[in-house]
C-alpha cells in the first residue's frame, strides 16, 4: 500500500526495517491502514510531494504547507492525490485548513474525495471563509457535466479566521458520509452514491488557503443509517390540545418507552474523573438516548465544560440542551459550542415584577432561551409574562395525576415529570381542539384592518383589543431622528413623497398619515419612535420594534434606556448583522431574526431544515420569527420540543391563521387582532377538589379570564364532562350528580367560535370523591 512522503521513522509490521525517505519520493508499507500521511516537511518550496498533481490553477508547497492560491471564482485552484489503493474509496480523509486571504467572506476552500479521472467528478466539504452563514459548509458534488449539485448545507459556529488553522475530516463509507470540523459532526448525508471510490484532493477558490497534516486512512466499519444523523423528531403523547407542552421525563425515570421527547440528565464528575449522569456514565447515557430522546443536561459543577464538549463530539451528539441555576455555566459551554441551546433553572428569588425583569435579562444574557421553574412557583400570569419577553417556561411536575394537569393550565411549553404515564394519560383527557390558553398575538403596525398603518391611533386601537404586543417599524430620517415608518419612502402611507432617509423629521411631520387609508383619520402624524415609547410606558404591553435601518441600534437603545422600558421591548429584522449587533450592545434583550423560505418536500428533509435552523437561531441567540409561509407542523413542533419560542408573520386571512393554529401556533403577528380578542383566555373552575354523597348532586359555575392584561372575570356558557367515567358520577349541563362511591375527574368545558372554527376551553379537573 502507498503512503505519500511520509517524514517520519516508519515500523513495518512484518520487516521493522527503518527506511530512510529520499526528498519528493514516495513509501511503500506493509501498514494496511495508512493510505497517505504528509506533513509537508523536508519537500522544496515551489514543488509538491511525489505523485501530486496540480490539475489547475497554482499550487505548491511553501515553508512546510500546501498552499493554493486563487484570485477569483473563476480560477481555482486544484492539487489531486492520485491512490493506486484508495479502499474502494471508504476511508478517512483528514486534514488541516488555514485561510490566509479571501476576496469575499463568500470565497471558500475544500478537500476533495472520490475524484474520478484524476479531475472531475467527484464530491468535496467545501467550506466558506464566512462559515457561520447558513451554506458556509457544503456537501457538494461536481458532476460529469462539470458542474455543481450542492446537496447538503450548513454553518459552523464561527467564521473561519484568517491564519487559524482547523482540522477538517470526513468519513466516506459507499454511499454514507460525515463531515466534521474540529472534531464536530456538522454534515451527514447519504448523498453519494454515485462514485464509490477515487482519488483526493484540496481546491481554493476566490482564496488562499494552507494545507498541512494530510492523513488518509482506510474505513471499514460502517456509519450509521442517515435517518439517525441527529435530526430527530420524537414522538410524544397523542393529545387533542392545541400546541400542548412538550413532556421530559425526570432523572429518576429509567424507561425510554415513555413518550417523551427529552431526557433529563444531572451531570457531575465522579472520584474516577469520569462524567456521570442519573448515576450512569454519561457517554453511556448519551449513547442510549441517541436517536431517541433529546439530551437535557442539568450542570452545576463548574470546570467540566471542556469534559462535556468531548463527550458530545464522542457521540456525535449535535442536538441537546444545557441547564443550570449558574447562568455562568452555561455561558461557559456556549462559549465552546454556541449551537447548544441554554436554559436556566430558577432556583429562589422573588416573582414580582422586578423579579420577573430580572429572569427575563438573566435568560437572554445568557443566550438561552428557557427557565425551569418548580410547580410550585408557577402562575399563568409568571407564563404570560415570560412568554410575551420570548422566555420559554419549563416546569417540573409533583408526582399525581393532579398535578400533570395543573402544569398543562398553566400554559408551560415543557413538563418535567418522574411519572410520564400519568401526562401520557393526562393529555388523552381534552376534548378536540381544546385551547389550553390563547396564543399570544402582535398586533402588526397597530391594527391595518381598521386603521391606518403605524399611527398612534391605530396602536391604540391595538392596545384596547387586548393585543398582546404592538408591532413597529423604526427608520432614521435624513437629520437623524427615529421615526414609525415600513417602507423606504412615504409614499404609500402619507399624502408626500420621497424617501425617508432623504426627508427632515421636520417634512416627515408636515405629511399626514390618515388621509389615504379614509378621510376620517386625516390629520394623523407619523410618529417618532420616541412618541411611541411614550404612549405605552408603564403599560401592560409589550412593544416589537423591527430595525428597517443598518447602524441605528445603538440610538434606539438610548431612546428605549431614556424612557426606562427596557423590560417592555422586544427586538426584530430580517437583517441578522443588525441583531448581531443588538445582542453586543444589550444582551439583556429579547431578539428576534426575521426570514422567509421554501418549505422542504420530505419529512426527512423537513425535520433537517428544522434542525439547521434551530441550530442557526440558537447560534446568533435569536428566535425565528419566520413568515407563517416558512414554518410548517415539524418545524413548530421541533422548535416546541426544545423551548424555543418565535413569533410569525403575517397573517392577513383566516384558513393560514386556523391551519397554523392548529398546528401549535405560538405568536401569530396579524393585521386582524380582532379576530383573536372575542376568544376568553383561560378558564377556571371554583373548586379543585369535591367530596360529595351518593345521591347527591353539585352544580359547578366557572368563569373564564377574558384578557390576559385585565384582571376581568366573567360567567360564561359551560357544560361538564368526564373522560374516563368510572361510575362514580353522571354529569347533565353544569350538574354533577353523585351515583355509587368512588373517584372521577370532572371537566369544565366551554365551547365558542374563532376564525369560522369551533374551539373548545377547559377547565383544570375537579377531583371527585363520591362517598
Same mark, same amino acid.
Given at each position: 500500500?502507498?503512503?505519500?512522503?511520509?517524514?517520519?521513522?516508519?515500523?513495518?509490521?512484518?520487516?521493522?526495517?527503518?527506511?530512510?525517505?529520499?526528498?519528493?519520493?514516495?513509501?511503500?508499507?506493509?501498514?494496511?491502514?495508512?493510505?497517505?500521511?504528509?506533513?509537508?516537511?523536508?519537500?522544496?518550496?515551489?514543488?509538491?510531494?511525489?505523485?501530486?498533481?496540480?490539475?489547475?490553477?497554482?499550487?505548491?508547497?511553501?515553508?512546510?504547507?500546501?498552499?493554493?492560491?486563487?484570485?477569483?471564482?473563476?480560477?481555482?485552484?486544484?492539487?489531486?492525490?492520485?491512490?493506486?489503493?484508495?479502499?474502494?474509496?471508504?476511508?478517512?480523509?483528514?486534514?488541516?485548513?488555514?485561510?490566509?486571504?479571501?476576496?469575499?467572506?463568500?470565497?471558500?476552500?475544500?478537500?476533495?474525495?472520490?475524484?474520478?479521472?484524476?479531475?472531475?467528478?467527484?464530491?468535496?466539504?467545501?467550506?466558506?471563509?464566512?462559515?457561520?452563514?447558513?451554506?458556509?459548509?457544503?456537501?457538494?458534488?461536481?458532476?460529469?457535466?462539470?458542474?455543481? %449539485? +450542492?446537496?447538503? #448545507?450548513? $454553518?459552523?459556529? !464561527?467564521?473561519?479566521?484568517?491564519?487559524? &488553522?482547523?482540522? *477538517?475530516?470526513?468519513?466516506?463509507?459507499?454511499?454514507?458520509?460525515?463531515?466534521?470540523?474540529?472534531?464536530?459532526?456538522?454534515?451527514?448525508?447519504?448523498?453519494?452514491?454515485?462514485?464509490?471510490?477515487?482519488?483526493?484532493?484540496?481546491?481554493?477558490?476566490?482564496?488562499?488557503?494552507?494545507?498541512? %497534516? +494530510?492523513?488518509? #486512512?482506510? $474505513?471499514?466499519? !460502517?456509519?450509521?443509517?442517515?435517518?439517525? &444523523?441527529?435530526? *430527530?423528531?420524537?414522538?410524544?403523547?397523542?393529545?387533542?390540545?392545541?400546541?400542548?407542552?412538550?413532556?421530559?421525563?425526570?432523572?429518576?425515570?429509567?424507561?425510554?418507552?415513555?413518550?417523551?421527547?427529552?431526557?433529563?440528565?444531572?451531570?457531575?464528575?465522579?472520584?474516577?474523573?469520569?462524567?456521570?449522569?442519573?448515576?450512569?456514565?454519561?457517554?453511556?447515557?448519551?449513547?442510549?438516548?441517541?436517536?431517541?430522546?433529546?439530551?437535557?443536561?442539568?450542570?452545576?459543577?463548574?470546570?467540566?465544560?471542556?469534559?462535556?464538549?468531548?463527550?458530545?463530539?464522542?457521540?456525535?451528539?449535535?442536538?441537546?440542551?444545557?441547564?443550570?441555576?449558574?447562568?455562568?455555566?452555561?455561558?461557559?459551554?456556549?462559549?465552546?459550542?454556541?449551537?447548544?441551546?441554554?436554559?436556566?433553572?430558577?432556583?429562589?428569588?422573588?416573582?414580582?415584577?422586578?423579579?420577573?425583569?430580572?429572569?427575563?435579562?438573566?435568560?437572554?444574557?445568557?443566550?438561552?432561551?428557557?427557565?425551569?421553574?418548580?410547580?410550585?412557583?408557577?402562575?399563568?400570569?409568571?407564563?404570560?409574562?415570560?412568554?410575551?419577553?420570548?422566555?420559554?417556561?419549563?416546569?417540573?411536575?409533583?408526582?399525581?395525576?393532579?398535578?400533570?394537569?395543573?402544569?398543562?393550565?398553566?400554559?408551560?411549553?415543557?413538563?418535567?415529570?418522574?411519572?410520564?404515564?400519568?401526562?401520557?394519560?393526562?393529555?388523552?383527557?381534552?376534548?378536540?381542539?381544546?385551547?389550553?390558553?390563547?396564543?399570544?398575538?402582535?398586533?402588526?403596525?397597530?391594527?391595518?384592518?381598521?386603521?391606518?398603518?403605524?399611527?398612534?391611533?391605530?396602536?391604540?386601537?391595538?392596545?384596547?383589543?387586548?393585543?398582546?404586543?404592538?408591532?413597529?417599524?423604526?427608520?432614521?430620517?435624513?437629520?437623524?431622528?427615529?421615526?414609525?415608518?415600513?417602507?423606504?419612502?412615504?409614499?404609500?402611507?402619507?399624502?408626500?413623497?420621497?424617501?425617508?432617509?432623504?426627508?427632515?423629521?421636520?417634512?416627515?411631520?408636515?405629511?399626514?398619515?390618515?388621509?389615504?387609508?379614509?378621510?376620517?383619520?386625516?390629520?394623523?402624524?407619523?410618529?417618532?419612535?420616541?412618541?411611541?415609547?411614550?404612549?405605552?410606558?408603564?403599560?401592560?404591553?409589550?412593544?416589537?420594534?423591527?430595525?428597517?435601518?443598518?447602524?441605528?441600534?445603538?440610538?434606539?437603545?438610548?431612546?428605549?434606556?431614556?424612557?426606562?422600558?427596557?423590560?417592555?421591548?422586544?427586538?426584530?429584522?430580517?437583517?441578522?448583522?443588525?441583531?448581531?449587533?443588538?445582542?453586543?450592545?444589550?444582551?439583556?434583550?429579547?431578539?428576534?431574526?426575521?426570514?422567509?423560505?421554501?418549505?422542504?418536500?420530505?419529512?426527512?428533509?423537513?425535520?433537517?431544515?428544522?434542525?439547521?435552523?434551530?441550530?442557526?437561531?440558537?447560534?446568533?441567540?435569536?428566535?425565528?420569527?419566520?413568515?407563517?409561509?416558512?414554518?410548517?407542523?415539524?418545524?413548530?413542533?421541533?422548535?416546541?420540543?426544545?423551548?424555543?419560542?418565535?413569533?410569525?408573520?403575517?397573517?392577513?386571512?383566516?384558513?393560514?391563521?386556523?391551519?397554523?393554529?392548529?398546528?401549535?401556533?405560538?405568536?401569530?403577528?396579524?393585521?386582524?387582532?380582532?379576530?383573536?380578542?372575542?376568544?376568553?383566555?383561560?378558564?377556571?373552575?371554583?373548586?379543585?377538589?369535591?367530596?360529595?354523597?351518593?345521591?347527591?348532586?353539585?352544580?359547578?359555575?366557572?368563569?373564564?379570564?377574558?384578557?390576559?392584561?385585565?384582571?376581568?372575570?366573567?360567567?360564561?356558557?359551560?357544560?361538564?364532562?368526564?373522560?374516563?367515567?368510572?361510575?362514580?358520577?353522571?354529569?347533565?349541563?353544569?350538574?354533577?350528580?353523585?351515583?355509587?362511591?368512588?373517584?372521577?375527574?370532572?371537566?369544565?368545558?366551554?365551547?365558542?367560535?374563532?376564525?369560522?372554527?369551533?374551539?373548545?376551553?377547559?377547565?383544570?379537573?375537579?377531583?371527585?370523591?363520591?362517598?
Amino acid at each position: 500500500m502507498k503512503t505519500h512522503s511520509m517524514r517520519q521513522l516508519v515500523l513495518t509490521s512484518a520487516l521493522a526495517l527503518s527506511l530512510v525517505i529520499p526528498q519528493g519520493t514516495s513509501m511503500v508499507t506493509a501498514n494496511n491502514d495508512v493510505i497517505v500521511s504528509e506533513n509537508f516537511d523536508g519537500i522544496q518550496n515551489g514543488t509538491l510531494p511525489n505523485d501530486w498533481k496540480v490539475v489547475e490553477g497554482t499550487g505548491e508547497v511553501q515553508d512546510g504547507k500546501l498552499v493554493l492560491q486563487s484570485a477569483a471564482t473563476n480560477r481555482p485552484a486544484r492539487v489531486v492525490v492520485p491512490l493506486s489503493d484508495d479502499n474502494n474509496g471508504n476511508y478517512v480523509f483528514e486534514a488541516d485548513m488555514t485561510f490566509v486571504s479571501a476576496v469575499e467572506d463568500t470565497r471558500w476552500a475544500s478537500i476533495m474525495y472520490r475524484v474520478q479521472n484524476e479531475n472531475y467528478p467527484y464530491y468535496q466539504f467545501a467550506v466558506r471563509r464566512g462559515t457561520s452563514a447558513l451554506n458556509g459548509m457544503e456537501f457538494a458534488e461536481r458532476t460529469e457535466k462539470n458542474a455543481w %449539485n +450542492v446537496t447538503e #448545507t450548513n $454553518f459552523y459556529k !464561527e467564521n473561519f479566521q484568517y491564519n487559524k &488553522s482547523y482540522r *477538517l475530516k470526513v468519513i466516506a463509507s459507499k454511499n454514507r458520509v460525515q463531515q466534521f470540523v474540529n472534531g464536530e459532526l456538522v454534515v451527514d448525508t447519504a448523498g453519494a452514491s454515485k462514485w464509490q471510490n477515487g482519488d483526493i484532493g484540496f481546491q481554493a477558490v476566490g482564496s488562499t488557503v494552507q494545507y498541512d %497534516n +494530510v492523513k488518509l #486512512t482506510s $474505513f471499514t466499519g !460502517e456509519l450509521p443509517p442517515v435517518e439517525n &444523523s441527529g435530526a *430527530l423528531l420524537p414522538t410524544e403523547a397523542p393529545t387533542d390540545i392545541i400546541n400542548p407542552p412538550t413532556l421530559i421525563s425526570g432523572t429518576k425515570v429509567t424507561s425510554l418507552q415513555h413518550a417523551t421527547a427529552s431526557a433529563m440528565l444531572k451531570v457531575d464528575r465522579g472520584t474516577d474523573g469520569n462524567l456521570y449522569a442519573n448515576g450512569k456514565r454519561l457517554i453511556d447515557q448519551l449513547n442510549q438516548l441517541k436517536n431517541k430522546k433529546i439530551p437535557v443536561l442539568h450542570i452545576e459543577q463548574a470546570g467540566i465544560e471542556e469534559s462535556i464538549i468531548e463527550a458530545l463530539n464522542e457521540t456525535q451528539t449535535t442536538d441537546v440542551q444545557v441547564i443550570s441555576t449558574d447562568a455562568e455555566i452555561v455561558k461557559a459551554i456556549k462559549s465552546l459550542n454556541p449551537k447548544i441551546r441554554g436554559g436556566l433553572v430558577y432556583e429562589r428569588g422573588p416573582l414580582n415584577e422586578r423579579g420577573l425583569q430580572q429572569i427575563v435579562e438573566k435568560v437572554h444574557d445568557s443566550g438561552s432561551k428557557m427557565v425551569l421553574f418548580p410547580q410550585k412557583k408557577l402562575s399563568p400570569d409568571v407564563v404570560y409574562y415570560l412568554h410575551n419577553r420570548m422566555v420559554s417556561v419549563w416546569g417540573v411536575s409533583d408526582d399525581k395525576l393532579a398535578d400533570q394537569h395543573e402544569l398543562i393550565h398553566l400554559g408551560v411549553d415543557g413538563l418535567v415529570t418522574n411519572q410520564p404515564g400519568l401526562a401520557e394519560k393526562a393529555f388523552t383527557q381534552y376534548p378536540e381542539n381544546t385551547i389550553i390558553q390563547r396564543p399570544i398575538v402582535s398586533a402588526h403596525r397597530g391594527v391595518p384592518s381598521s386603521a391606518p398603518e403605524n399611527t398612534m391611533v391605530g396602536y391604540q386601537m391595538a392596545f384596547d383589543l387586548g393585543a398582546d404586543q404592538i408591532e413597529t417599524d423604526v427608520q432614521r430620517t435624513k437629520d437623524g431622528q427615529l421615526v414609525i415608518m415600513h417602507d423606504n419612502t412615504v409614499d404609500r402611507t402619507t399624502n408626500g413623497t420621497g424617501a425617508v432617509d432623504q426627508l427632515t423629521l421636520a417634512k416627515i411631520r408636515e405629511l399626514d398619515a390618515g388621509i389615504k387609508y379614509d378621510p376620517k383619520y386625516a390629520g394623523e402624524k407619523v410618529p417618532t419612535f420616541k412618541e411611541f415609547l411614550q404612549a405605552f410606558k408603564g403599560k401592560d404591553i409589550v412593544l416589537l420594534v423591527e430595525l428597517k435601518d443598518h447602524d441605528i441600534e445603538q440610538q434606539v437603545i438610548d431612546e428605549i434606556q431614556a424612557e426606562g422600558m427596557m423590560d417592555q421591548v422586544v427586538m426584530q429584522s430580517f437583517y441578522l448583522d443588525s441583531m448581531q449587533v443588538m445582542n453586543e450592545i444589550a444582551p439583556q434583550l429579547p431578539i428576534g431574526y426575521l426570514f422567509s423560505a421554501a418549505v422542504p418536500s420530505s419529512y426527512e428533509a423537513k425535520v433537517k431544515n428544522a434542525k439547521k435552523m434551530v441550530d442557526y437561531g440558537t447560534l446568533n441567540d435569536v428566535t425565528l420569527n419566520a413568515s407563517y409561509g416558512t414554518v410548517y407542523e415539524e418545524f413548530i413542533t421541533y422548535m416546541r420540543q426544545r423551548g424555543v419560542m418565535s413569533m410569525h408573520w403575517t397573517f392577513r386571512s383566516e384558513e393560514p391563521f386556523v391551519d397554523k393554529l392548529k398546528q401549535g401556533l405560538i405568536g401569530p403577528i396579524t393585521d386582524y387582532s380582532q379576530w383573536l380578542s372575542e376568544s376568553p383566555v383561560y378558564l377556571e373552575s371554583p373548586v379543585k377538589k369535591l367530596n360529595i354523597k351518593a345521591g347527591k348532586t353539585h352544580t359547578v359555575r366557572a368563569k373564564a379570564k377574558l384578557s390576559y392584561r385585565l384582571d376581568n372575570r366573567e360567567r360564561i356558557d359551560t357544560v361538564l364532562y368526564v373522560k374516563d367515567n368510572t361510575g362514580a358520577v353522571r354529569v347533565e349541563g353544569n350538574t354533577i350528580q353523585a351515583v355509587a362511591p368512588g373517584n372521577a375527574q370532572v371537566f369544565v368545558k366551554h365551547t365558542f367560535e374563532m376564525l369560522g372554527e369551533e374551539w373548545s376551553l377547559v377547565s383544570e379537573p375537579i377531583e371527585v370523591t363520591v362517598k
